[in-house]
């Protein structure tokens, strides 16, 4: 079902494995060309372009664009309770470990009267966006808002497509979610049209431009957000979901399979990929997934994504050239199953997240284990981190100083002041020692 890519016996710069490692056929390049014009046609026609792609792509038309709160208060009262219990405990260990990424204020003092205070501040308004295609995530709702809302963001907003079979609503996961976690704005609009109204605005629903538009979607999603970069902050483009598995013979074949097909089921273009030095797990992880694919509920989309370009089993000769495939890969999630797992941690740069061990699963991280499960992908862990509470925060540098530490000053500044051929600059600071001057 998985092709094999085999890269042992051959020194490969980094250049050549980006070039060789399993990627989706569809680039981010091209959905940009094939989003700009939805973006652009809500941002000249809004609320009338939105109901256009809404018939279009979600089949709905005539729906509330504006979720009305009480149908939001409605739908968690159907919720199951099993499945509130998971999400109230999700929204719990997200609490926990969110806090840990807001930074403390610190303080630099470099004299008496001269000091700098680095202090982080939320954006005011943030748009979260919740797929909901062929699957629903409340999970994602809780991993964007828990993060902003513990930032201290103050306005959130929430969209996620429309369902036919819904009246016209979200998905009822979503409205679940949205509850459990007091979004009280909520929008019925998917994909790129609903990054262009975070973008831009639409004030024929109410919708207020925000500052920063998370969370994730399909390689579409993903492109709108580049579209829209520049107007608004992004999180990361994160397309659809990829995993990357490094292992080695003493790894628990079935455990590989099963991760594999876990992120297979995601969607047709999900990408899973195994990266290995023994021939021998490559061929016991194929046995099983041959097996274990063939009965799972999305057997059909497994089977297409797990046999798409964008996944593979990939063997190299050792686990340190495991790794260097890994970091040109840049995968959205890691896991790490071997002998040696801090060895091979060791060797890790780019990874959007990391799962070590054998009883580590992405899906863990997915719903319970306390971090964020909305991360970069195509590559781009290469420069971009996941969401976090940081993404909501800006550090800002607030200097004060006072006239004796300013005057101590003066030389240097002049120096580099001339230096540059900009004196203005320096005699910005002279001019509060002039005669005269009792300027604090």
Not at 398 to 427: F, K, M, N, Q, T
Request: aromatic share 4%.
């Amino acid at each position: 079902m998985m092709r094999t890519i085999d890269l042992r016996g051959r020194a490969l710069s980094r250049d050549e494995l980006l070039k060789l490692v399993p990627r989706a056929a569809v680039s981010a390049e091209i959905a940009v060309e094939r989003v700009r014009p939805l973006v652009a046609d809500v941002a000249a026609r809004g609320e009338a372009a939105l109901r256009d792609q809404a018939r279009e792509f979600d089949r709905v038309d005539g729906h509330l664009l504006r979720v009305p709160s009480e149908s939001i208060a409605d739908a968690l009262r159907n919720c199951p309770p099993a499945v509130e219990a998971a999400l109230r405990e999700l929204i719990e260990r997200l609490r926990l470990g969110s806090s840990a990424q807001v930074p403390e204020e610190q303080v630099t003092r470099f004299a008496d009267g001269a000091v700098i205070r680095q202090r982080w501040q939320p954006v005011s308004r943030v748009g979260l966006y919740a797929p909901g295609g062929k699957a629903a995530y409340p999970s994602s709702v809780a991993m964007n808002a828990i993060a902003a809302q513990t930032a201290g963001v103050p306005s959130l907003a929430l969209a996620s497509p429309a369902q036919a079979d819904n009246a016209g609503l979200p998905h009822p996961a979503v409205l679940w979610a949205a509850a459990l976690c007091g979004i009280e704005e909520v929008y019925a609009i998917g994909g790129a049209g609903a990054i262009a109204a975070f973008a831009h605005g639409v004030p024929a629903i109410g919708l207020d431009a925000v500052d920063v538009v998370t969370g994730p979607g399909n390689v579409f999603v993903a492109a709108a957000k580049r579209v829209v970069t520049g107007l608004v902050g992004i999180d990361a483009e994160a397309g659809t979901t990829e995993i990357l598995v490094i292992a080695d013979a003493s790894a628990e074949a079935g455990f590989v399979a099963a991760d594999l097909i876990s992120q297979a089921e995601h969607d047709e273009a999900a990408a899973s990929v195994l990266v290995t030095d023994s021939e021998e797990l490559a061929q016991r992880v194929a046995a099983e997934i041959a097996s274990r694919a063939a009965a799972t509920r999305h057997a059909g989309r497994v089977a297409e994504a797990l046999s798409g370009p964008q996944s593979g089993i990939v063997l190299v000769d050792d686990l340190r050239a495991a790794a260097r495939v890994s970091n040109a890969y840049g995968p959205e999630h890691l896991e790490i199953q071997t002998r040696d797992d801090a060895a091979v941690l060791a060797e890790i740069t780019d990874a959007g997240a990391i799962f070590v061990g054998g009883y580590t699963p992405v899906s863990l991280g997915d719903y319970l284990a306390g971090s964020n499960h909305v991360l970069p992908t195509g590559g781009t862990a290469r420069f971009a981190s996941g969401l976090g509470a940081h993404t909501f925060l800006r550090p800002q540098q607030i200097v004060s100083y006072d006239r004796a530490a300013l005057r101590d000053l003066e030389e240097p500044l002049r120096a580099l002041a001339e230096a540059e051929g900009l004196p203005a600059h320096a005699d910005a600071v002279s001019a509060r020692f002039e005669t005269g001057k009792k300027s604090s």
